[in-house]
């Protein structure tokens, strides 16, 4: 049996209502990008796009978006991505774009570039801070990130010092 690959794309829907994002569904989501394939590629784009085309992973929260297509047609699927302009969602529309952040052969690769630009983002903020509270809210946030790592590691040297002393 042949098994099928596939690429991830990861992206955020940028939008200034706030309200967008707490209003995203997985099936709106879905249903844009797939009427952007339509708009730019037609039925032909369309049927390649959406053989495995599915909505993987969404947090309304901070509006990331991990989409999961065919690796013969994800050039479709980005080169559309850019006309999605508007989700429906309850039968209102909101406008906002997906911004495109990283293309990936598994959700793992997509998880850790998302760490990564997660911290650039904060050490954004923090060179953008204006007073001191607020540097240090980010500061915090940015050792909680970094912080289960840590631990993550002290717990393979323990475990190391266990096996020496056996």
Request: proline share 2%; hydrophobic share 30%; with cysteine.
């Amino acid at each position: 049996m042949v098994r099928f690959k596939n690429r991830y794309v990861l992206c955020e829907v940028v939008s200034e209502d706030p309200r967008c994002r707490q209003c995203i569904e997985d099936r709106a989501v879905g249903l844009a990008v797939r009427e952007a394939i339509a708009r730019a590629h037609g039925d032909y784009g369309l049927a390649c796009c959406c053989v495995s085309f599915t909505v993987k992973y969404l947090n309304a929260y901070t509006g990331t978006v991990l989409l999961r297509c065919r690796k013969d047609f994800y050039r479709l699927l980005c080169s559309a991505l850019p006309l999605v302009r508007q989700l429906e969602s309850r039968n209102q529309r909101y406008p906002c774009y997906f911004n495109t952040l990283h293309v990936g052969g598994t959700i793992r690769t997509c998880q850790k570039f998302l760490i990564q630009y997660n911290r650039r983002q904060l050490l954004m903020l923090l060179q953008n801070c204006t007073n001191e509270e607020e540097r240090r809210s980010i500061r915090q946030s940015v050792l909680s990130c970094s912080l289960t790592e840590e631990q993550s590691q002290s717990g393979d040297e323990e475990d190391d010092d266990d096996t020496e002393t056996d």
